[in-house]
């Protein structure tokens, strides 16, 4: 049953839900590209390139920056995405109770 009234969240919550999306897909992205270069560093030193101690050091410390904005960010996607969920909950109650009424 649809409700008697317009929606004016409707458009904001899935905006949101393409955001978070999108978002989650570049972290992805960023992961993968993180394990190619752990990858490509690996692969590197087995076929006898050499790479410089600082120059495999500081890779390294790049992956572990890149590893933790990935772990950050996707701290935050779950907790939008959480939030999202509560909004979800409070409009199906609001509308389950008659919030027709109040406006």
């Given at each position: ?15 949101l ?7 989650e ?56 995405k ?22």
């Amino acid at each position: 049953m649809t409700s008697p009234y317009a929606r004016p969240d409707r458009s904001a919550l899935d905006d949101l839900e393409r955001l978070l999306a999108a978002a989650e897909e570049e972290l992805v992205a960023w992961r993968t590209r993180c394990l190619k270069a752990e990858q490509d560093l690996t692969h590197g030193r087995g076929k006898g390139a050499q790479v410089s101690g600082p120059d495999r050091e500081q890779a390294r410390q790049r992956i572990g920056i890149l590893e933790g904005e990935n772990l950050v960010l996707r701290q935050r996607i779950a907790a939008a995405k959480e939030q999202v969920e509560r909004l979800r909950t409070r409009l199906r109650f609001v509308e389950a109770h008659g919030a027709g009424d109040a406006a």
